[in-house]
């Protein structure tokens, strides 16, 4: 009886992708899904804020079809699905599009630890400092006379070699381990820190970042029904977030809001879970594009060993 049910859902599931390569409407495909639980998924909504948001919910501009820039001859695009946030149980908008270029590269692991590294390294600063022979106080005279005592000569008691004196090769004060990964190390670090995710299924798309409450269990709710994981990563267009997110997540340090401009590699791996909002989808495909397809760099010997795969 399941299989027949599952069958029979992924048929008309099927139907109705093939209904919104035409240019159907969107909702269709979640109509779909609530025909074949046999209820709406908005009548499971706790709150009658989250009801009114998902009534009145606009219509997605990224649906199956999705014009890619710098097409890729022989790479097939990737698909995800678009959720909402507006309600505790997950409803599926529709199907986005993803790049190969940028959500679909081997996992090459060493180009991640390079760029961990790079980022728990190039923040460091060292403040310590030791005194030279010249700087420790006192010492300025023999400690006992040249000839005569039977002990070896020495001409002052800051020597390194007695207890009190200076230090030799110590820390010199401050000292900065900055330093600059290769461009295209870090490009690819970005790419392959998305695919990974992707592949992991701890990579999740939302329509927006607007939540109908600002209470801190509404997302707690939210995060442990869909099995998010303990730390969550939140990326939008903009570093102006909607202010009841903002709010819910201010009293939980594992959860946290980045705008695209901070996206970085050290963070996505952090956490264990990615939730992109369609717009960050578009900025971060449109940047890392960019740099990919570049006509003012030359590609270099570094770029062609990089990009290995």
């Given at each position: ?24 409407p ?7 899904a ?42 097939v ?82 020597s ?15 000292k ?82 980045m ?35 570049r ?12 990009n290995?795969?």
């Amino acid at each position: 009886m399941a299989l027949a049910r599952n069958v029979e859902f992924m048929t008309k599931c099927f139907s109705h992708l093939t209904l919104l390569k035409r240019n159907r409407p969107l909702i269709s495909l979640v109509r779909c899904a609530s025909s074949v639980t046999g209820k709406e998924t908005l009548d499971n909504a706790s709150d009658s804020s989250a009801v009114s948001i998902a009534a009145n919910r606009p219509a997605l501009p990224l649906v199956v079809g999705r014009k890619l820039e710098y097409p890729q001859t022989f790479s097939v695009p990737r698909q995800a699905w678009v959720e909402n946030l507006d309600t505790v149980d997950e409803v599926k908008l529709g199907i986005i599009d993803l790049h190969p270029s940028v959500f679909a590269r081997p996992p090459r692991l060493d180009i991640l630890h390079q760029n961990v590294r790079w980022q728990l390294t190039y923040r460091r600063a060292r403040f310590a400092k030791t005194k030279t022979r010249a700087e420790v106080r006192g010492g300025h005279r023999k400690p006992w006379p040249q000839k005569g005592t039977g002990r070896a000569r020495h001409g002052s008691i800051r020597s390194p070699l007695f207890r009190g004196g200076g230090i030799v090769h110590g820390p010199r004060g401050a000292k900065s381990y900055f330093y600059m990964l290769p461009f295209w190390l870090r490009v690819y670090g970005l790419t392959t820190a998305l695919s990974i995710k992707l592949a992991q299924d701890d990579l999740h798309i939302v329509d927006s970042l607007d939540i109908p409450t600002d209470d801190p269990n509404f997302l707690e709710r939210l995060i442990e029904e869909r099995k998010w994981g303990i730390s969550v990563l939140f990326i939008d267009d903009t570093d102006i977030m909607p202010k009841n997110i903002t709010q819910a997540t201010d009293s939980i340090n594992h959860y946290n809001l980045m705008p695209v401009y901070g996206l970085n590699v050290y963070s996505m791996l952090k956490h264990n879970t990615l939730v992109l909002t369609l717009a960050a989808v578009e900025r971060i495909e449109e940047r890392i594009l960019f740099q990919l397809n570049r006509l003012d760099l030359s590609i270099t010997k570094s770029h062609k060993r990089f990009n290995m795969y």
